[in-house]
């Protein structure tokens, strides 16, 4: 039903930035929350960022926070991240979710249960 495709991955040394783009399919993209959630090799999926349907709140796990910045154009059906002072420890598989019930939802969720549809992923290595 929804559809989303992750960009921007690639290699990056330490401190360098990356800014990923999620587009999401369906004519009611502005009503969805949206999230980013990482996955490292031999971990578990883990919440990263979150930003509300409006756009009028986001929230950070504290790892990223002013380094990551989650934004979103409703008119375009497409969030972003940018990842500014990337470290080691942010290399992971990037999914981007949504919360198509986002206008319901009470602020960020950091649950992955919480969202409905993810993209495939795309690959962000921090290496030197």
């Known amino acids: 039903q929804v559809q989303l495709v992750e960009s921007g991955g690639g290699l990056v040394q330490p401190g360098g930035s990356l800014r990923l783009s999620c587009a999401a399919s369906?004519?009611?993209?502005?009503?969805?929350?949206m999230g980013w959630f990482r996955q490292a090799s031999g971990k578990e999926r883990e919440f990263v960022s979150g930003?509300?349907?409006?756009?009028?709140?986001?929230y950070y796990t504290d790892s990223v926070k002013g380094r990551f910045t989650i934004s979103r154009d409703n008119a375009k059906n497409t969030v972003w991240m940018q990842m500014n002072s990337l470290k080691p420890e942010d290399t992971a598989v990037y999914y981007c979710?949504?919360?198509?019930?986002?206008?319901?939802?009470?602020?960020?969720?950091?649950?992955?249960?919480?969202?409905?549809?993810w993209g495939q992923g795309t690959q962000v290595t921090v290496s030197s």
């Open positions: 979710a949504a919360d198509v019930q986002g206008r319901r939802t009470v602020g960020v969720p950091t649950s992955p249960k919480v969202y409905d549809y």
């Open positions: 369906g004519r009611t993209f502005s009503r969805y929350g």
């Open positions: 930003i509300r349907w409006s756009g009028d709140s986001s």
